[in-house]
């Protein structure tokens, strides 16, 4: 099934980014069989259909930051105004990844001078395609750095994202990631909205009851890696969780540098030639743990994975755009995504057990 987890685009060496160009992949979707909790994997060709408009003024010395997204076109407004106010497109190059959209995200990027690429495909969402084939066409330009940055991701103040391309660089990181925390209610996209009340009561209410009423804003969101022996109530032996949710960004373990078993995809800074040649991001995780398996798949060959939290950070509205397109989180993909990660990494992730739960690690 090898063929399925890694991106097959990624053995064209011959690639070139055109105008227009369509790839192929294989990809697995679990699907049940009606016996209790067995399912099977089945295998599906897609085919993805790609419109590549690249900006202008192009620096392959400078990193790709890629945002994919689908619709919400005032979100990626908001989103690129924060990211001219903090002059991020002085030290990066800016691509948008359009999934599909309905709404004129190509008129978006343009306005902002932007590199546009839109992804068509007829199996749904697929964060790890829309960032394979965006990695691969940086890959092919000369790019050498590749920032994956969620469209609901936002910078808190003008050093932070210098700060970790400077770390990222002078550890010769592979793979990095850095603290992100809630943002005010006030700094949010749509922040006079009902959504923070009913997107609480929905994901944390019962677990979280003491951060009612918008106090969890202005906490940390991801703080580095943590994992849950999820063996008694879930098929997965151990489950990936953001350490340091809610805590103070201020707090010693999430204030800090440290390596970590793996880092969110909604901030990911990336050495291309390794993405590349590791096989970038399983494909037929489409929704979920494409972020966790890779980084796994880096500590394998003992690559590091680095977090880095002392004195920056960044904003990150969790989920806002499912939230917002009242879109389940949760469907089909999540769950095929669960069982195919289950198969990859249970034995694994059962037998480093004690050393999972020591996380977060001393510093690097």
Not at 219 to 235: E, H, I, P, Y
Not at 323 to 335: A, C, G, N, V
Request: with cysteine.
């Amino acid at each position: 099934m090898i063929e399925c987890n890694t991106c097959s685009l990624f053995k064209n060496e011959y690639f070139v980014p055109q105008e227009k160009f369509s790839v192929f992949q294989q990809e697995l979707l679990a699907e049940p069989t009606g016996e209790g909790k067995q399912y099977n994997f089945k295998k599906f060709n897609i085919r993805y259909d790609c419109n590549w408009i690249p900006s202008s003024n192009l620096d392959p010395s400078l990193p790709v930051v890629l945002i994919p997204i689908r619709n919400l076109s005032n979100l990626l407004k908001f989103t690129l105004t924060n990211l001219k106010t903090y002059n991020i497109f002085s030290i990066a190059n800016i691509a948008i990844v359009d999934d599909r959209s309905d709404e004129d995200i190509r008129a978006v990027a343009l306005e902002f001078e932007c590199s546009y690429l839109r992804v068509e495909n007829s199996k749904g969402f697929s964060f790890s395609m829309l960032t394979n084939i965006g990695a691969y066409v940086f890959y092919k330009l000369g790019f050498s750095t590749c920032v994956m940055w969620n469209s609901d991701l936002w910078n808190k103040d003008e050093t932070s994202f210098k700060k970790l391309l400077e770390r990222h660089g002078e550890t010769q990181s592979k793979i990095s990631g850095a603290k992100l925390v809630y943002p005010p209610k006030e700094l949010s996209y749509n922040f006079d909205g009902p959504l923070d009340t009913e997107n609480f009561k929905k994901h944390y209410d019962k677990k979280y009851p003491h951060l009612k009423n918008g106090t969890w804003r202005g906490t940390v969101q991801f703080g580095g890696a943590s994992w849950l022996d999820s063996s008694s109530f879930s098929s997965l032996n151990m489950s990936p969780g953001h350490f340091g949710r809610f805590k103070d960004p201020l707090t010693e373990s999430v204030n800090c540098n440290k390596t970590v078993s793996f880092v969110t995809g909604a901030l990911m800074v990336l050495d291309l030639e390794y993405f590349i040649t590791r096989g970038g991001f399983n494909p037929s995780l489409s929704k979920c743990f494409q972020d966790v398996d890779f980084c796994l798949r880096a500590g394998e060959v003992g690559e590091k994975v680095n977090y880095f939290g002392e004195d920056m950070s960044f904003y990150h509205d969790e989920s806002f755009s499912f939230h917002f397109l009242k879109i389940e989180k949760f469907d089909y993909q999540s769950r095929s995504d669960h069982y195919l990660f289950e198969k990859l990494w249970n034995n694994t992730l059962h037998s480093q057990l004690p050393r999972l739960k020591q996380e977060p690690r001393s510093l690097y």
